[in-house]
């Protein structure tokens, strides 16, 4: 026997692409039998070619437990300039899938941030995870400071060697400078004792030749 596979069960068992508002008055019972069932709904405001999510919300759960109902809420109270399409992700009414709608609501509209979602919704575990984070980005945010002074301690203390480099560069060159001047004087020394030597020679001669004569 041959056993068969079992189908993956999907939560999101279909989509609706952004429609026209306008179809929620005059809308076909084909449509209108997809927007019976539970699911997420995202509300959008046309700018041009693109289209900006305006609100995101939730059908199946409390009095209004269908997409249809939800839109038609909307459709009613919300000026008409407020947002021009919308779309549905259908998602099975079972419990088990259903508790989840509320977790999808409340992470959708926090990664699309719409303007007409006044209300975040709330995630389980928020705060405590909130306390975690905030003590996650304060480690996180000492470990870098001590990076951050390491590294500065690294360039405080490659700025002095530079100093001392450029330091010990000018002292060599004042050393050399000296030492140039020094044997500039030594050779003009040396020509003045040789100048000082010839003119004793002659001095010598002269004497000596003073002496025969007389």
């Known amino acids: 026997m041959v056993k068969k596979k079992k189908k993956k069960e999907h939560l999101i068992q279909g989509y609706i692409r952004p429609q026209k ?9 084909r449509l209108k039998k997809l927007l019976e069932l539970r699911g997420v709904y995202v509300l959008y405001k046309k700018y041009g070619k693109s289209m900006k999510i305006y609100r995101i919300g939730v ?7 269908r997409l ?22 259908i998602i099975p009414t079972t419990p088990k899938k259903r508790r989840y709608l509320t977790d999808i609501e409340a992470l959708a509209i926090r990664i699309g941030n719409p303007i007409g979602n006044k209300v ?4 389980i575990g928020e705060d405590k995870w909130i306390k975690e984070v ?3 980005i304060k480690e996180q945010n ?12 690294k360039e405080e203390k490659y700025k002095e060697y530079r100093r001392r480099k450029k330091k010990i560069k000018r ?16 050779k003009t020394a040396r020509g003045k004792s040789e100048k000082a030597k010839e003119k004793g020679k002659i001095y010598k001669k002269q004497l000596k030749e003073l002496k025969k004569a007389l």
């Open 21 to 29: 508002r306008i179809l929620l008055k005059h809308i076909s019972s």
């Open 59 to 65: 059908a199946g759960i409390g009095e209004a437990k």
């Open 68 to 89: 249809f109902d939800r839109l038609k809420s909307h459709d009613r109270h919300t000026k008409p300039d407020e947002w021009d399409y919308f779309s549905a992700f």
């Open 120 to 123: 975040k919704g709330r995630l």
């Open 134 to 136: 905030r003590n996650a």
């Open 142 to 153: 000492k470990f870098i400071k001590e990076k951050i002074e390491k590294v500065k301690e």
């Open 171 to 186: 002292e060599l060159k004042l050393q050399k400078r000296k030492e140039k001047n020094l044997e500039k004087k030594l």
